[in-house]
T-cell receptor, first 118, second 112 residues
């Protein structure tokens, strides 16, 4: 069964450093998402991406964050200058194979990258 | 997206059916009900979704009331591996770019 994959599984970085989190969505999906979950808190939406541009972003997704689909398979989240409060699990998700007339596609989530900022 | 209300926690005996309720009284006509679960800190896992008809798949059944203001996720024979946080999410697939808004969910503990 196809699945979303994410690398690395755990990333430790120092405050102020840039990090890039990588995701490989399910191959025929069209919508891509990043969510994050701070330890003990809710899963929070960060950004959605469709047709090579951001569809929607939350207030968390400020100028320090960016997303890119550099090729036909990878979807990346970059944090330019990490802060302590960026420490969280980051989940990538994808949906919508664009078949037929259905419009209720479920989202499939990856296993997450645990980002620790020291 | 419509807001959902779920009980914070529930227990279920292994082998018995687990019935997880969700209230979504402000649901709009084009919004679907989705259920996901999260085991430990793993990525949320899709379970099932529906619009107005009851749905069943290999994992669970979804019962949606006729007025669509509430639903129940049924795990017919719960196992210890079903212990997880279960999220009920309401969203319209083609609005808000399909983002999912997660609440606190219901922590289901399956006991031997």
């Amino acid at each position: 069964e196809p699945e979303v994959t994410q690398t690395p599984s755990h990333q430790v970085t120092q405050m102020g450093q840039e990090v890039i989190l990588r995701c490989v969505p399910i191959s025929n999906h069209l919508y891509f998402y990043w969510y994050r979950q701070i330890l003990g808190q809710k899963v929070e939406f960060l950004v959605s991406f469709y047709n090579n541009e951001i569809s929607e972003k939350s207030e968390i997704f400020d100028d320090q964050f960016s997303v890119e689909r550099p090729d036909g398979s990878n979807f990346t989240l970059k944090i330019r200058s990490t802060k302590l409060e960026d420490s969280a699990m980051y989940f990538c998700a994808s949906s919508d194979p664009g078949w037929g007339q259905r419009h209720d596609y479920e989202q499939y989530f990856g296993p997450g990258t645990r980002l620790t900022v020291t | 997206d419509a807001k959902t209300t779920q009980p914070p926690s529930m227990d279920c005996a292994e082998g018995r059916a687990a019935n997880l309720p969700c209230n979504h009284s402000t649901i709009s006509g084009n919004e679907y009900v989705y259920w996901y679960r999260q085991i430990h800190s793993q990525g949320p896992q899709y379970i099932i979704h529906g619009l107005k008809n009851n749905e069943t798949n290999e994992m669970a059944s979804l019962i949606i009331t006729e007025d669509r203001k509430s639903s129940t996720l049924i795990l017919p024979h719960a196992t210890l591996r079903d212990t997880a946080v279960y999220y009920c999410i309401v969203r319209a697939p083609n609005t808000n770019a399909g983002k999912s808004t997660f609440g606190d969910g219901t922590t289901l503990t399956v006991k031997p």
